[in-house]
C-alpha cells in the first residue's frame, strides 16, 4: 500500500460541494488523515461509506467476524453469498469503489498499541466493554483520538475522546466577517468606515486582518488585531498614528480565534457522562439508557448473547442489573438521584437485538462527521456523550406487544429487523408501494433505506424513483450509488440499479421525468391512486411545494427532507393528523445574485493585481470561438504575443451601464430555446449556442464569468472574487456533504417505520433538525392539522367535499344541481365558483343565469375551451361563498365524474 502524500491534491472538481462546507485547509488535512474502523456490521459500513467519500487519506478495516443473516438488514455491502465470510474482507471491493484515492486495507489481528499508535482516529462500532475500556486508555495515552460507536435497535450509544488537549481551528460554517473598507484615519486608535450601506456585523474583541488597501499598506497581511465597534458602520482598529495616509479600497477580514478543549478517558467518563442532549428530560433519558448500555454488557458477559427478542424474562433481568449499577456521578462529582424509567429499560432490553438500518444512518453519520472534525479540527466536536432513540417507532399504546416467535431469527436478510417489529411488519413493509421523488444525495441515501428495510420488496409493493438530472463529477463525493461509470447515465436508472444488487428483491422502476404540471398525463388519477406514500427527496422549495399538492390531493404521506451543508431537516406529512407542508420565504440561495455582487477579500495586494484583463479576453474568444464551431486554444503566451501586435484604440469615455449584470439577474431559459429556434431557420448558419455548465471547468463559462465579475470590481473598488465563490453564486450551489445526507435519510427511514405501522398518534410522529457542526441533532412533535371554520363547518387542509358521480345510467348534474346540493348538504351559499385560473360561475353576472341548466362538464368545456382529459376521474372546484372571510380557505370540492 503506499504512503500516503505530503501535499496531496485535491480534485476540486469531485470535491466542490464538499469544499464548500469544510475549507481548504480542512480538506488537506483529512487527505493526510490515518484511521481504522473496527466492526463493519451495519453501522460499520455505514461509518466507512461517510468516511470513504469525504476523502480520506487511509481507512483501515478490523473485524474478525463473519458475516451472518442478522448483518443484511443494515449491512448495504453484504450478500447472501457473504454468508460465513469475513465482513471486512467482503466490504473492501464495494468501499474502494466509491473514491479510488482513499487507501483502504484491513487489519485482521488485536488492536495492540504498537497498531493504534499508526492512526490519527480510531473508533470502535461492535465490541465489549472490557475491549471498549483497554482500547480507549491506549489511545487517551497515545494521543489518539478515539470513539465509541454502537447502535441497539431503535437506540444508539457515542462516545468521543479526542484527548486531553484538542484544538479546534475553525468552530462555525460560516465564512469569516468581512467589509470592503471606505476610509481609514490616522490616529491612536484608527478609525475604519465600512463602505457597506448595512454596515458591519463584527462584534468588541473580533480579531481582524486587512487586506488590498493603497496607501496605508501597513495594514496589509498584518498579524491579527483585535478591534472595538463604535457603530454600525465604524471599528476601531489600534494605533494607525505612524503608518502611511489612507488612500482608498481595501477590505477588513474576521480573523477565527481556535478554540482548546479537553476529554476525559472512557474509564473516567463512563462513571459521570457529559450527555449531550436538548434539554433536562433528554439529559434524564440519556442517563438511564446509559445505564442500560451498561447492564447490556453485564448481561452479555454473564449469559454470552443478548436477551432475546420481546422476551419479558430476559428483559426483567436487564432491569434488575441496571437497578445495581452504581450511581451516576453529576458534573459536580456528587452522585445525581435521577428516577430511573423502567419502562424505558424495558423496552430497550426487548428490542436491543436488532439491527436496524434507519438508526445506523443516523448514528453512522454522525460518527462520521465527529471523526472528520478529530482529524480536521473544524467545527465543534461532541462533548462527550450522545444517546439517541426513536423507541417511539414501537406499536402504539393499546395494541397488542409483540410475541417472541413472532420476532424469531428466520435465517433471512430482514432478520436484524424482524427482531424488533415482527414477521407479520415485514410483509406489510413489502407489499407498499411508494413513489421517491429525486435520485440525488438524500435519494440515494433513501434507496439504500428502502432496499434494507425491504420497502416494495414483497407480493404487490413496489417503489417508482424519478429524476430528470445526468450524474455529474461532483456527484461522486456524497451520492453514493453512483460510480465513476454511471458519469452521464440518468441518476434514476444508475441509482436504481446500483440498489437492487443490494437487494434483488427489491421491485424498483426508474423514471427520467420532471413531476410538474406538464407530466401530470404520466403521473395522474390512476398512479397516485396506487400509491401507500410518498418520499421528497427535492432541492427547491417551489418543487417541494409540488409534491406537497399532490400528497393532499390524493390523501397520501409524504416524507420531506433537506440539507445545506452540516445542516438538515426532515419532516412527515400525515393526513387529516398533522399541517400539510408550507413553503418557507424564499431562501437566500435561491434568489439571482448579479454578477457585481461577487465578492472575495484577498490576504496580499498581489491577489488583485494579476493579469485578469488577459483571463477575460481568453476566455471570451474560446466561447466566441465555440459558437461558431471553431477550435479553441489555451495557449496565454500567443494570446498575449497576438494582443502586444494590435493598435490600441482610441479612448472613448462612456457612462457606466450594467447591462451584462442585469442579463444575469433576468435571464430566463427559455430565452434560449427561442433562439436556438431562430438560428435553425436561418438558413447558412453556423453558430451553435453554448448551454451554461458550471461544473465543466475545460468549457471556459466560470473563467469568462469571473474574469468579467473581476474586471467590473477592480472599477469599483471591490475586492475580487476567486473562481470556487464565483462559482458558487453564479451557479447556486448549496453547501453538501455527505454525513448530513446520511443522517437525514435515517431519520426519515424512521418516520417511515409508523407511517407502514400505521400510527394514528400525533405525538408518535417526529420533525427533526441538524446542525452537524455545532453538534445538535432536536426532534420534535408535528403540528397538528390547523382547524378553519365557516359558520357551522369545521375541516382542516386534508377535508373535501364530495359530489359522486352519478349512477350508471342517470344524468349528470347541471350547475343548478350542484349549486343546490352545496346549499342542502352543507349549507353553502356558493356565491363563485372556479376551477383553477378559471372563473366558471359568479352570482353577480348576468350570465350565471344561463349557465344554471348546463351539465357541469359542459359548463367547463365552455369557460375553459378545454376538453376534459382520457381518463379523468374527477374535477375540482374552489368554492367562495357569501359573508367568507377573506383569510379563509375553503375545502376543495372535489366532483367525481366517474
Not at 680 to 698: H, I, N, R, V, Y
Not at 767 to 775: D, G, K, Q, T, Y
Request: with cysteine.
Amino acid at each position: 500500500m503506499k504512503d500516503l502524500e505530503t501535499h496531496p491534491a485535491i480534485n476540486e472538481q469531485l470535491y466542490s460541494r464538499q469544499l464548500y462546507v469544510l475549507g481548504t485547509d480542512a480538506m488537506r488535512k483529512l487527505r493526510l488523515s490515518s484511521m481504522l474502523v473496527s466492526g463493519m456490521k451495519g453501522l460499520g459500513v455505514e461509518i466507512a461509506k461517510n468516511l470513504v467519500l469525504a476523502g480520506v487519506g487511509r481507512l483501515t478495516l478490523h473485524d474478525p467476524s463473519p458475516a451472518c443473516w442478522m448483518d443484511l438488514a443494515s449491512q448495504f455491502f453484504l450478500s447472501e453469498k457473504d454468508i460465513g465470510q469475513n465482513r471486512a474482507k467482503a466490504s473492501l471491493p464495494h468501499l474502494a469503489q466509491l473514491n479510488s484515492s482513499v487507501c483502504i486495507d484491513i487489519h485482521d489481528g488485536p488492536l495492540t498499541e504498537t497498531e493504534l499508535q499508526g492512526f490519527q482516529v480510531v473508533v470502535l462500532t461492535d465490541s465489549t466493554l472490557q475491549e471498549q475500556l483497554q482500547v480507549g486508555s491506549l489511545c487517551h495515552e497515545l494521543g489518539v483520538h478515539f470513539l465509541v460507536a454502537s447502535t441497539r435497535g431503535l437506540v444508539g450509544q457515542l462516545f468521543c475522546d479526542f484527548g486531553k488537549e484538542f484544538t479546534i481551528y475553525d468552530p462555525s460554517e460560516a465564512e469569516p466577517l468581512g467589509n470592503s473598507i471606505e476610509h481609514i484615519s490616522q490616529g491612536s486608535p484608527g478609525i475604519l468606515t465600512v463602505l457597506e450601506e448595512n454596515g458591519h456585523r463584527f462584534q468588541d474583541g473580533d480579531r481582524v486582518t486587512f487586506s488590498g488597501i493603497e496607501g496605508m499598506t501597513e495594514l496589509n497581511d498584518c498579524d491579527p488585531r483585535p478591534i472595538r465597534v463604535r457603530d454600525k458602520w465604524t471599528l476601531e482598529i489600534g494605533d494607525t498614528m505612524a503608518f502611511c495616509p489612507y488612500l482608498g479600497s481595501g477590505a477588513i477580514t474576521e480573523v477565527k480565534k481556535p478554540q482548546t478543549r479537553s476529554y476525559e478517558a472512557l474509564s473516567s467518563s463512563l462513571h459521570h457522562p457529559r450527555i449531550m442532549a436538548a434539554g433536562p428530560r433528554e439529559i434524564e433519558r440519556g442517563r438511564c439508557l446509559h445505564w442500560a448500555f451498561q447492564a447490556l454488557h453485564k448481561f452479555q458477559a454473564q449469559t454470552g448473547r443478548l436477551p432475546r427478542p420481546w422476551d419479558l424474562g430476559d428483559a426483567n433481568e436487564l432491569v434488575v442489573l441496571a437497578r445495581g449499577l452504581d450511581p451516576l456521578q453529576g458534573d459536580n462529582g456528587k452522585k445525581g438521584n435521577e428516577p430511573f424509567d423502567e419502562a424505558l429499560v424495558k423496552e430497550f432490553a426487548m428490542t436491543c437485538t436488532g439491527d436496524l438500518s434507519p438508526i445506523n444512518s443516523v448514528l453512522g453519520g454522525i460518527a462520521a462527521q465527529e471523526m472528520l472534525k478529530a482529524a480536521s479540527g473544524k467545527f465543534i466536536p461532541l462533548d462527550q456523550w450522545l444517546y439517541f432513540d426513536a423507541l417511539e417507532c414501537l406499536p402504539e399504546d393499546g395494541k397488542s406487544p409483540l410475541r417472541t416467535e413472532a420476532c424469531a431469527r428466520r435465517d433471512c436478510r430482514y432478520d436484524g429487523q424482524i427482531a424488533v417489529f415482527g414477521a407479520d411488519f415485514q410483509k406489510k413493509l413489502g407489499e407498499q408501494n411508494y413513489f421517491l421523488v429525486g435520485a440525488g444525495a438524500i435519494g440515494c441515501e433513501l434507496l439504500k433505506t428502502f432496499a434494507m428495510v425491504g420497502l416494495g420488496a414483497g407480493q404487490g409493493g413496489g417503489i417508482t424513483v424519478t429524476d430528470m438530472d445526468t450524474v455529474e463529477l461532483s456527484n461522486l463525493s456524497r451520492q453514493f450509488l453512483f460510480r465513476s461509470q454511471d458519469l452521464n447515465k440518468h441518476k434514476a436508472k444508475a441509482a436504481a440499479l446500483a440498489v437492487k444488487g443490494m437487494n434483488p428483491a427489491l421491485r424498483v422502476t426508474a423514471h427520467t421525468n420532471e413531476l410538474g404540471p406538464d407530466t401530470e398525463q404520466i403521473y395522474g388519477d390512476d398512479f397516485f391512486s396506487s400509491l401507500d406514500g410518498v418520499a421528497s427527496a427535492l432541492d427547491t422549495f417551489q418543487a417541494r411545494q409540488y409534491v406537497s399538492e399532490r400528497c393532499v390531493h390524493y390523501l397520501k404521506p409524504m416524507l420531506e427532507s433537506g440539507t445545506r451543508g452540516t445542516q438538515g431537516s426532515a419532516a412527515i406529512f400525515v393526513p387529516y393528523l398533522t399541517q400539510p407542508y408550507s413553503m418557507p420565504p424564499q431562501d437566500a440561495t435561491e434568489t439571482a445574485h448579479p454578477i457585481c455582487t461577487l465578492r472575495y477579500y484577498p490576504s496580499t495586494i498581489e491577489h488583485t493585481l494579476q493579469d485578469t484583463n488577459l483571463d477575460y479576453i481568453l476566455a471570451a474568444a474560446n466561447l466566441y470561438a465555440k459558437t461558431h464551431k471553431l477550435p479553441g486554444s489555451q495557449d496565454r503566451d500567443e494570446l498575449q504575443r497576438m494582443l502586444q501586435e494590435l493598435p490600441a484604440p482610441a479612448f472613448q469615455h462612456q457612462a457606466h451601464t450594467s447591462v451584462f449584470a442585469e442579463a444575469s439577474a433576468e435571464w430566463d431559459p427559455t430565452h434560449l430555446q427561442e433562439l436556438l429556434s431562430a438560428l435553425e431557420k436561418w438558413p447558412g448558419t453556423s453558430l451553435e449556442p453554448q448551454l451554461f455548465e458550471k461544473d465543466d471547468d475545460s468549457n471556459f463559462h466560470m473563467d469568462f464569468i469571473v474574469a468579467a465579475s473581476n474586471l467590473r470590481a477592480k472599477n469599483y473598488g471591490i475586492p475580487l472574487a476567486d473562481r470556487r465563490k464565483s462559482k458558487k453564486i453564479v451557479g447556486r450551489i448549496i453547501p453538501a456533504i455527505a454525513t448530513t445526507t446520511a443522517v437525514m435519510a435515517g431519520l426519515m427511514g424512521l418516520e417511515l417505520y409508523k407511517i407502514v405501522m400505521g400510527h394514528q398518534r400525533l405525538s408518535s410522529y417526529r420533525h427533526s433538525s441538524l446542525h452537524l457542526a455545532v453538534p445538535q441533532l432536536s426532534r420534535w412533535i408535528p403540528e397538528a392539522a390547523s382547524v378553519q371554520q365557516y359558520r357551522d363547518m369545521k375541516w382542516t387542509s386534508w377535508d373535501r367535499l364530495t359530489v359522486s358521480a352519478p349512477a350508471p345510467g342517470q344524468p349528470e348534474m347541471t350547475l343548478k344541481d350542484l349549486l343546490t346540493y352545496l346549499q342542502e348538504k352543507h349549507h353553502l351559499p356558493v356565491t363563485r365558483l372556479l376551477l383553477g385560473p378559471h372563473l366558471l360561475y359568479s352570482r353577480c353576472c348576468p350570465k350565471a343565469q344561463q349557465n344554471l341548466q348546463l351539465r357541469v362538464t359542459e359548463l367547463v368545456r365552455q369557460e375553459t375551451d378545454k376538453e376534459l382529459k382520457e381518463g379523468q376521474k374527477e374535477l375540482v372546484f374552489r368554492i367562495i361563498c357569501e359573508g367568507e372571510d377573506l383569510d379563509t380557505t375553503l375545502p376543495p370540492l372535489h366532483y367525481c365524474l366517474r
